[in-house]
């Protein structure tokens, strides 16, 4: 699949660091300098990447495990979702969950970019649903 990129980063776009991987890293665009995030402290990082998304796909930008399991950094709205529709920057919404404070830098890798495809609904309403097993059963109905 190709998908149309601006990158105004002026680093590598984003690529797989693996072969069989299912997300693309995507890296901070800080040219006025590093942006520390104090703990529990949320912001938006940008990219300096905008995509043009085909139609009946979404892109997810998801948290990098690395950042997660060694500095407690995590995306808020993971998975994020751009629409086919938008064109604007990609920014990602970091939020740093440990008790110290975390340094983002320029070129940093921040987040995964995973393309993936959906489907269109349409709602049919209806007086009961089919009957299952499991019912209305939720948060923790199924056991340990």
Same mark, same amino acid.
């Given at each position: 699949?190709?998908?149309? =990129? /601006?990158?105004?980063?002026?680093?590598?776009?984003?690529?797989?660091?693996?072969?069989?991987?299912?997300?693309?890293?995507?890296?901070?665009?800080?040219?006025?300098?590093? #942006? @520390?995030?104090?703990? $529990?402290?949320?912001?938006?990082?940008?990219?300096? $990447?905008?995509?043009? /998304?085909? =139609?009946?796909?979404?892109?997810? =930008?998801?948290?990098?495990?690395?950042?997660? *399991?060694?500095?407690? /950094?995590?995306? #808020?709205?993971?998975?994020? @979702?751009?629409? %086919?529709?938008?064109?604007?920057?990609?920014? *990602?919404?970091?939020?740093?969950?440990?008790?110290?404070?975390?340094?983002?830098?320029?070129?940093?890798?921040?987040?995964?970019?995973? =393309?993936?495809?959906?489907? @269109?609904?349409?709602?049919?309403? *209806?007086?009961? $649903?089919?009957?299952?097993?499991?019912? %209305?059963?939720?948060?923790?109905?199924?056991? *340990?």
């Amino acid at each position: 699949m190709h998908i149309p =990129v /601006i990158n105004h980063s002026g680093h590598p776009l984003p690529e797989y660091q693996t072969p069989h991987a299912a997300g693309l890293d995507l890296r901070a665009h800080l040219p006025a300098g590093p #942006v @520390t995030l104090g703990p $529990l402290e949320r912001q938006l990082i940008p990219t300096g $990447l905008s995509v043009e /998304i085909p =139609v009946g796909y979404e892109a997810q =930008v998801r948290p990098r495990s690395g950042l997660a *399991v060694k500095h407690g /950094i995590g995306i #808020v709205n993971s998975p994020g @979702t751009i629409d %086919a529709d938008y064109r604007g920057e990609i920014r *990602v919404l970091l939020v740093n969950l440990s008790n110290e404070s975390f340094m983002v830098n320029d070129g940093e890798r921040i987040a995964q970019l995973i =393309v993936a495809k959906h489907e @269109t609904i349409a709602w049919q309403p *209806v007086e009961t $649903l089919s009957v299952t097993q499991r019912g %209305a059963g939720g948060y923790g109905s199924t056991g *340990v």
